[in-house]
């Protein structure tokens, strides 16, 4: 079963075969995932990013209209470049040339179909730890950060106070 810190995950599945986002939706709501949305439309992807704002995109390479190579370039302007976004991509597309475009245009892991959904369900749950362990690093350095800046302020006032004395006690 799910730990519990991952079954809010936002999870955002684009796959023009409605019978393969009924598979998706089906196995990930049996795992416990409760936050999913599913496109069949390519074209509604990127604008589903910004809205929906996923911790997980299981994407497909070959659709019409719109490929998932073509997803992929448009989301590098969306996605922040310090962020981490996981992107599973699941196709039937098996040449190697396209797994390495796909990896290559910011995709994280690659399964070709028809896939196992055990093997899924871990992919998946490995890049939401990834994500999360990324979250948490992000977040510290943030609050490093303040810190530092907050340190360095107040040896600043000290220094400037140090100077000030010196120049009183030399006059």
Do not use: C, W
Not at 12 to 18: F, M, P, R, S, T
Request: aromatic share 6%; charged share 20%; proline share 3%.
């Amino acid at each position: 079963m799910l730990d519990d810190s991952y079954k809010n995950a936002a999870i955002l599945i684009v796959d023009d075969q409605e019978a393969n986002v009924d598979i998706l939706v089906g196995f990930l709501e049996n795992q416990g995932y409760t936050n999913l949305k599913a496109t069949i439309h390519p074209r509604t992807a990127v604008a589903l990013v910004k809205s929906f704002d996923p911790d997980i995109i299981l994407l497909d390479l070959l659709m019409p209209h719109l490929s998932g190579f073509e997803i992929l370039s448009q989301l590098k302007a969306v996605i922040a470049a310090n962020s981490y976004l996981p992107i599973l991509v699941l196709t039937a597309d098996i040449t190697i040339e396209s797994k390495q475009r796909a990896l290559a245009l910011g995709a994280k892991s690659f399964l070709a179909k028809p896939y196992d959904l055990h093997e899924v369900g871990l992919n998946i749950k490995n890049l939401l730890f990834t994500r999360y362990l990324a979250q948490q690093l992000e977040n510290q350095n943030i609050i490093l950060e303040e810190k530092v800046k907050e340190r360095t302020a107040y040896l600043e006032e000290k220094l400037a106070g140090l100077t000030g004395a010196n120049v009183v006690a030399e006059s």
